[in-house]
């Protein structure tokens, strides 16, 4: 069974552009997670998406943003990028249908690099 | 807001020993689970326990976990140098998963042959 598959694995950026970035979940998995990973400030939530609904979202501005397809496939979306959005962004699909219950599968993540 | 927070932040021991890594956490919750990152890679999940559970292992992994006092310890026995890694306490918390996982801001183990 193929993993969370993230692409692209790395990118630059200059400030005031916009970023799209696509995961793509193990198969069967309708919940997929984003997650910002950063030296200063770990782990952050951004948002989990079930059933192309998005299910949650964590403390991050509006410029963040996100969607799924019927296929379950998911793409975030930075706009107006800062130089603070310089990170690891990370997706992760899991099989349960409540939210937070079973283990995450995390795909390589997508390394934005914001000059 | 971080919740898990581990504890030490770096651990550098000889191959052969065992590793001990804590998390404390600050609300209810549903479960806590660890993880595992190379470096600069995505998260390996290791073990979940369940609030209702005390103890579990996996192989080399052992956790406890102890509800009243909001804290769980990942034991890795006989360590290797494939071990060297980074380890993250995770948690879910019981009031609806608003904010997913939490996540602490990890221990860095570094295993030296």
């Known amino acids: 069974k193929a993993g969370v598959t993230q692409t692209p694995r790395y990118l630059i950026k200059t400030r005031g552009q916009q970023v799209t970035l696509s995961c793509s979940p193990i198969?069967?998995?309708?919940?997929v997670s984003w997650y910002q990973q950063t030296p200063g400030q770990g782990l952050q939530f951004l948002f989990e998406?079930?059933?192309?609904?998005?299910?949650n979202k964590g403390n991050f501005p509006g410029r963040f943003s996100g969607r799924q397809f019927s296929n379950s496939r998911s793409e975030m979306n930075v706009s107006t990028l800062e130089l603070g959005d310089s990170a690891l962004y990370l997706c992760a699909s899991s099989l349960p249908a409540v939210p937070n219950t079973g283990e995450l599968f995390f795909g390589e993540g997508s390394r934005l690099t914001v000059l | 807001s971080q919740q898990g927070e581990e504890d030490p932040q770096a651990l550098s021991i000889q191959e052969g020993e065992n590793a001990t890594m804590n998390c404390s956490y600050k609300t209810s919750i549903n479960n806590l689970q660890w993880y595992r990152q190379n470096s600069g890679r995505g998260l390996v999940h290791l073990i979940l326990i369940r609030s209702n559970e005390r103890e579990k292992h996996s192989g080399r992994l052992r956790v406890t976990l102890d509800t009243s006092k909001k804290s769980s310890s990942l034991l890795i026995t006989a360590s290797r140098a494939a071990d060297t890694a980074s380890y993250f306490c995770a948690t879910g918390d019981s009031g609806g998963g608003a904010d997913g996982l939490t996540f602490g801001k990890g221990t860095h183990l570094i295993i030296q042959p």
């Open positions: 198969s069967g998995h309708r919940s």
């Open positions: 998406y079930f059933s192309e609904t998005q299910r």
